[in-house]
T-cell receptor
């Protein structure tokens, strides 16, 4: 079963508008972390934001915020005031505390296109 | 701050040849990882290393060999390249931690084509 699900293969947003990229996860571990990465067309993977399962507040990093709904097991990425440079693939990933390999479990990504 | 660098960025090779992809990080991170990225599969972990001389298999280790004699280097070798190993390869590193927050930082990737 998929542990990380990103249901939107592609999204479009108008420049300066906000956009939400969905991510749902599945784990029985009470301690876990959720990560979002950006992959622009140049190919590199860029870390954006992290949310811990015990964090009381939703994570924010500049224009990025994470809408964390623990009971629903969702960790949606919100990008406010979209810019053309936000056009990229976005990946959600999870790390569970169980195990020592520090392995991240990845979703298949959402392609975001920002229109001028 | 050099961070994490991969070389080469692009490589074309032939079936059956040995290929080594290099990864070097300057952060003294304990953990290093190799992933491959393919359409429809996302990122899949090939091998990882918790420290020098400690390596372990990920999801898709067959056909790959790794070593880590120094903390900063984590080369990935394809002993006898096959067409199915055509992919984009990413190296990543993270500072060890006992909690879930353990951000992995990625290199720029190596695009490998096996003809």
């Amino acid at each position: 079963a998929q542990k990380i699900t990103q249901t939107q293969p592609g999204m479009f947003v108008q420049e300066k508008e906000a956009v939400t990229l969905d991510c749902t996860y599945d784990t029985s571990d009470p301690s876990y972390g959720l990560f979002w990465y950006k992959q622009p067309s140049s190919g590199e993977m860029i870390f954006l934001i992290y949310q811990g399962s015990y964090d009381q507040q939703n994570a924010t990093e500049g224009r990025y915020s994470l809408n964390f709904q623990k009971a629903r097991k969702s960790a949606n990425l919100v990008i406010s005031a979209s810019q053309l440079g936000d056009s990229a693939m976005y990946f959600c990933a999870m790390r569970e505390r169980a195990g020592n390999n520090r392995k991240l479990i990845w979703g298949l990504g959402t392609s975001l296109a920002v229109n001028p | 701050d050099a961070g994490i660098t991969q070389s080469p960025r692009y490589k074309i090779t032939e079936t059956g040849r040995q290929v080594t992809l290099m990864c070097h990080q300057t952060w003294s991170h304990s953990y290093m990882f190799w992933y491959r990225q393919d359409l429809g599969h996302g990122l899949r972990l090939i091998y990882y290393s918790a420290a020098a001389d400690i390596t372990d298999k990920g999801e898709v280790p067959d056909g790959y060999v790794v070593s880590r004699s120094k903390t900063e280097n984590f080369p990935l070798t394809l002993e006898s390249a096959t067409r199915s190993q055509t992919s984009v390869y990413f190296c990543a590193s993270s500072l060890d931690g006992s909690i879930a927050k353990n951000i992995q930082y990625f290199g720029a990737g190596t695009r490998l084509s096996v003809l």
